[in-house]
C-alpha cells in the first residue's frame, strides 16, 4: 500500500467517525482500571495509616 493511499483511507475513515467507538472502548477500559486502582490504592493507604479494622471491606479491589 502505498502512503498517499494510506493516507486517503484514514482522512475517509476519519470523517466517517469509524474511530469514535474503538477510541471510546479503550478510554473506557483505561478509566475503570484507573478507578480501580486508585480504589486499592487508596483502601491501602487508609490501612496503613488507620489500621486494618479501619478500613471497609467494600474498599479492598482485586485488580
Do not use: C, Y
Not at 486517503?8 to 469509524?18: F, I, K, P
Request: hydrophobic share 40%; proline share 5%.
Amino acid at each position: 500500500m502505498t502512503v498517499p493511499t494510506v493516507h486517503r483511507r484514514s482522512v475517509d475513515w476519519t470523517m466517517a467517525a469509524l474511530w469514535q467507538r474503538p477510541h471510546q472502548t479503550v478510554l473506557d477500559e483505561i478509566g475503570s482500571r484507573a478507578w480501580s486502582l486508585g480504589t486499592a490504592f487508596h483502601a491501602e493507604s487508609e490501612e496503613k495509616r488507620f489500621g486494618p479494622e479501619a478500613v471497609d471491606e467494600s474498599m479492598n479491589v482485586v485488580a
